[in-house]
């Protein structure tokens, strides 16, 4: 699965999750600034990953899960898996498309394509 | 109105035992009663740990609804110490999920709607009237103040008011594990549930009931009732933020907290030990702690805090009422049970949390809060007779 | 008997929902973060609580209390599996994969009020009840302390349940003030319901017998 493919498949459920045009969502759009998104909204979007890209994610790895999706973030924020509050949600306020479809090629079963 | 409303009787089911002494000594002495899920299987989830009501173990009947269990023992005993007997309580207040339990075949998921339960509930304490109230995890909480406010209004002269749940059921234990709400630390069981620490990461499922006997104080006098406890405040305030997240200025529990103290007519400065809604959530605790903050000012840092959830976990609808027997408890002990596995303090969370060993106060007032999903907050004012 | 004073200061009735509750809602709440907690139920609920709220909202407080009352219980869905001889391993084995956090949310017999509270941005007392016509006299009266205590100005109580058959929900509003002590109104008694009805028919029976009478002054309550 190549990146196209796996954007492709994001948008749609983002377009159904977050009550948006599918056509107008960019890779370079905010989840949360641009396209309103809340915990409850990052929640289903991490559920829907698990069952269309059969990545593995583990309940209690919701919680590292923000702290290594700061890994893709073009600046660094904090260091390693320990963020704190406040870096947590910098990271959450950062997060763009782009951040999620990095996350899901690198998780892939068979690898990014 | 102008006579008070006395608190004449407790009882509770706890993860800790089937009394309200068993509750309060595990408490006092700061002894974990969180270990391993064991009631069914739990497969891959993160989540490993809980605390049962003792005795439950695995022998839990597919169609037993332990909330019923729990609740008619913990109103038994409540009775039992108020010196009344079923067909004394005029109106019977509790909260409750309802239960539900994954089914075997064809039946429903359901076992009890809230409803149902409370009208067993009910039976049970001999009540005509009854109230299933719902705040989510305030619901204990809002259960007594609603009660103080009917003997108040004069329609009631004795009310059994608190909660039970049981959630620690195969259905509702995923469901909180797809939230995302429970701990999943890599740690022994008993430390799991750390409120204020900085390692926290979500509360500990626990199950139980708790209810008191609230009675006017001119019925109470004419039967020679003495009080354990007057209840003197109930504030009660709606985040109107978010379902499940805490509000970040912490407007919506200080209006409660605060509401508590104006009911009551007493200033913080009054209030000798807060027993902390606490549930070792990232989000609830420095909110809890930012409220306390605004509402006391130059005292919140004198007056101890703490959490009984650190030993017994999170009873849900039943917890509210489970802590507000305990804070019943301190004030005739003069003992301030302590918050245990608060080894790692967060910047966040500045206050006195009595960590782990309890402490002796003279106490003359005690402010019990809860606070739930959906932004209910719930705070009692408790006064020693 | 209890005797409460209170004024009758706007109200919904069921014939007042335009249209199907979601449909309503969505439209109400402009949110779709708020709709999403909603069901065919909850949002009559969530209708009836926005529009009864906004007739009071030149009140100005944001301290209005709101009491939501229904016997809806939604809570219990399973996801679908494929036979096998072990259902409930099967089950349990999607559920603790794959639960849909959002739906389970939607169940929580709350959810109106919350999103009504949300969306009216309302901070005062609130409940839930679960329950039926049986539990409205017990909750006027708490209303009417809530009032008098002065933990709200206004309190606003709200009864929704399913419709004929199960069908999209139905519901029935009204808000409430305390009046002074000394007002001088007219009186309604309120019976103690007998049998199973829906609160509903109660707030609805409340709403016709008050408007009866001259609403232009307090009218006072007798609960019993």
Known sequence: MDRGQVFAELRQHMAITLEVDETSITEDQLLVDDLDADSIDLLQLILALKDQFSISVRDGEVKLLLAELARFLPDQVGDGDQLSDAQLAEVTRRLKVGTIVDFVLERLPSGPA | ?385 | MTAVKLSLLSWFHPGDLAGPPLGEARRLAQDRKIVRMLDDVSAAGFVAAVTTLAGVAEQGSDDVALFTVSAWDSSGALPDVADSDDRQGALARTLAASGNPTEWLRTLCNAALCQSAISAKVHGPSAHFVGGAEVVPDMLAMIGQTCVDGLAPVAVLVAFDAGPDGGPGRSAGIALAAAAADADGPVLAVARPQGERSAVDEIVLLIDQATALDADRPILLHLP
């Open chain 2, 1 to 385: 109105m102008s006579s008070d409303v006395w608190v004449t009787g407790l009882g509770a089911v706890t993860s800790a035992g089937w009394t309200v002494d068993s509750a309060w000594d595990a408490v006092v002495h700061g002894r974990s009663c969180i270990g391993a899920v064991e009631r069914f299987p739990i497969f891959d989830a993160a989540t490993r740990v809980c605390g049962p009501v003792p005795g439950t173990g695995t022998a839990v009947g597919h169609d037993d609804v332990l909330a019923a269990r729990f609740g008619i023992a913990a109103l038994t005993e409540a009775l039992g110490d108020a010196g009344l007997v079923p067909g004394d309580v005029d109106v019977l207040i509790a909260g409750n999920h309802g239960e539900r339990r994954i089914p075997a075949g064809d039946e429903s998921t359901v076992l009890v709607t809230p409803q149902q339960l409370v009208r067993r509930l009910a039976d049970a304490a001999g009540a005509d009237r009854s109230m299933a109230i719902y705040g989510a995890c305030a619901s204990g909480g809002l259960a007594i103040g609603t009660a103080m406010q009917l003997i108040r209004a004069g329609s009631a002269d004795v009310v059994v008011a608190g909660g039970s749940d049981s959630m620690l059921r195969d259905y509702d234990f995923f469901q909180f594990c797809n939230l995302y709400a429970m701990s999943t630390r890599d740690c022994p069981a008993a430390e799991a549930c750390c409120p204020f620490d900085a390692r926290r990461d979500g509360f500990v499922l626990s199950e139980g009931a708790g209810f008191v006997v609230l009675e006017s104080e001119g019925h109470a006098r004419r039967r020679g009732a003495e009080p354990r406890a007057v209840l003197a405040g109930f504030g009660s305030s709606q985040n109107a933020y978010h379902i499940v997240a805490s509000p970040p200025d912490a407007i919506g529990p200080s209006r409660a907290i605060a509401g508590s103290l104006r009911d009551a007519g007493v200033a913080p400065e009054a209030v000798g030990y807060i027993n902390a809604h606490g549930t070792s959530t990232r989000d609830n605790d420095w909110c809890e702690s930012l409220a306390v903050a605004r509402v006391f000012g130059d005292a919140a840092s004198s007056v101890p805090i703490s959490s009984n959830k650190s030993v017994l976990g999170h009873a849900m609808a039943a917890a509210g009422a489970v802590e507000a027997v305990l804070s019943v408890r301190a004030l005739e002990t003069g003992v301030v049970p302590p918050t245990i596995n608060l080894d790692e303090p967060d910047a966040r969370c500045p206050l006195d949390y009595v960590p782990g060993t309890a402490r002796e106060a003279d106490l003359r007032y005690v402010m019990s809060n809860s606070f739930g999903f959906g932004g209910h907050n719930s705070t009692l004012l408790f006064r020693r007779p």
